[in-house]
């Protein structure tokens, strides 16, 4: 799911939405909020749903990026942090990482 994507969402049900986002390992709570958002404020854009946490907002990557290595592991350590809902342990696991690279790679990009 991007950002550039999101007028799409407008096409799916609320449960399809959430289907979608279960498929993309995000919890179901999270297609209630973006639900609220598109359908009671008419708002599109997922840079623009602030309830939705940063992670959400920016780990997706969109035909807007740079090919770069370096925006894609950022928004990958985005989007992990926000599937593990912030635990760095969980996600260094996830990722196959050791703990001080993880640490070494947020601070890098400047994630807290």
């Known amino acids: 799911m991007s950002a550039t994507n999101a007028p ?3 096409d799916h049900s609320p449960e399809a939405l959430r289907h979608r986002l279960a498929a993309e390992g995000l919890p179901g709570y999270r297609a209630d909020q973006i639900a609220g958002w598109l359908y009671g404020r008419g708002v599109d854009d997922l840079r ?3 309830d939705l ?5 920016e780990y997706d990557i969109t035909d807007e ?3 770069s290595f370096s ?3 950022k928004k990958l350590l985005l989007r992990t942090l ?4 912030g635990d760095k342990l969980q996600a260094a696991k996830l990722l196959n990482v050791g703990k001080s690279t993880l640490y070494r ?5 400047e994630i807290s």
């Open 71 to 73: 925006v894609y592991e």
């Open 53 to 57: 946490g940063r992670a959400l907002r």
């Open 82 to 85: 926000d599937i593990t809902s």
């Open 8 to 10: 799409n969402l407008k």
């Open 65 to 67: 990026d740079p090919p």
């Open 105 to 109: 790679k947020l601070k890098r990009h």
């Open 48 to 50: 623009e749903m602030t």
